[in-house]
């Protein structure tokens, strides 16, 4: 699991925004693929406090 920061831009006002998600990878036949398993919202943490996160999420899960 990792977590995923997505950018997302207001077309009217030209404001950009962002925000995460937490990620999960897995092995189709067809190859890699991802899948969102909880959206985060905006989060104030660097990027490598983010892994630490993701980490303590897949512990309670």
């Given at each position: 699991?990792?977590?995923?920061?997505?950018?997302?831009?207001?077309?009217?006002t030209?404001?950009?925004?962002?925000?995460?998600?937490?990620?999960?990878?897995?092995?189709?036949?067809?190859g890699?693929?991802?899948?969102?398993?909880?959206?985060?919202?905006?989060l104030?943490?660097?990027?490598?406090?983010?892994?630490?996160?993701?980490?303590?999420?897949?512990?309670?899960?």
């Open positions: 699991m990792f977590i995923r920061r997505v950018r997302k831009k207001d077309h009217q030209g404001t950009t925004y962002f925000y995460h998600q937490l990620v999960e990878s897995y092995r189709t036949p067809k890699p693929r991802q899948r969102t398993l909880l959206n985060l919202g905006k104030d943490l660097e990027p490598k406090q983010l892994k630490g996160l993701a980490n303590r999420i897949e512990e309670i899960l």
